[in-house]
């Protein structure tokens, strides 16, 4: 056999070296074009559950409010004030029975509001972001109190509360958030859901 017969015999079996290289280089700019917009995606289905996890714990919020006449922590409904409570805590009345006592100020939990309790009102899976970070309950939030430099120019798409980042604060406190990707409170990346009773 003659060396253009053998070379086309090898072409009929399997492809060219240049070929594989067409071949890989296609699938090259199709992984690039796919998957940016494939983690983008990742990030936004960890955002909505997280959202859809603040909006379950707001239910429950207004469960322990219907039964002990108390927002988490013991506090007075809609009290800005502190103190800050992870909602993994027993003082936080969602998933364990709270301790009668003074938290801070006038959040405090007395035997009848803890007679009252009614829960768990909250599953224990349900306290906790995607990021291993524990959801908290802040009756005194402020939106980019740290960064607010780096705020200034971000647009979150994060929260709920319109002009946050760089457009000042517009929800009113009291809020329950998750800290977001940088797992850091009161940055740009903060997923809140404000409290209200419907």
């Known amino acids: 056999m003659t060396g253009a017969g053998r070379a086309l015999k090898v072409r009929m079996?399997?492809?060219?070296?240049?070929?594989?290289?067409?071949?890989?280089?296609?699938?090259?700019?199709?992984?690039?074009i796919i998957a940016p917009n494939a983690f983008k995606s990742i990030e936004k289905s960890k955002t909505a559950k997280t959202v859809a996890d603040l909006k379950a714990i707001k239910?429950?919020?207004?469960?322990l409010y219907s039964d002990t006449g108390r927002f988490p922590n013991g506090c007075p409904a809609f009290s800005v004030q502190n103190p800050e409570v992870y909602f993994n805590t027993a003082q936080a009345g969602l998933i364990l029975r709270p301790t009668v006592g003074v938290v801070e100020g006038s959040c405090r939990w007395d035997q009848p509001e803890v007679d009252r309790w009614d829960g768990p009102y909250l599953e224990?899976?349900?306290?906790?972001?995607?990021?291993?970070?524990?959801?908290?309950?802040?009756?005194?939030?402020?939106?980019?109190?740290?960064?607010?430099?780096?705020?200034?120019?971000?647009?979150?798409?994060?929260?709920?509360?319109?002009?946050?980042?760089?457009?000042?604060?517009?929800?009113?406190?009291?809020?329950?958030?998750?800290?977001?990707?940088?797992?850091?409170?009161y940055t740009c990346d903060d997923i809140i859901v404000k409290m209200t009773l419907n």
Do not use: R
């Open 124 to 185: 224990g899976n349900k306290v906790q972001d995607f990021w291993h970070t524990s959801y908290m309950y802040d009756p005194d939030y402020v939106f980019c109190t740290s960064g607010a430099s780096s705020c200034a120019s971000s647009s979150s798409p994060y929260t709920e509360c319109p002009g946050a980042c760089g457009g000042g604060f517009t929800c009113s406190p009291p809020v329950i958030v998750s800290f977001g990707p940088d797992k850091t409170e």
């Open 13 to 32: 079996n399997g492809f060219t070296l240049m070929e594989l290289i067409v071949v890989i280089a296609i699938i090259a700019v199709l992984a690039a």
């Open 59 to 63: 239910t429950a919020v207004i469960a």
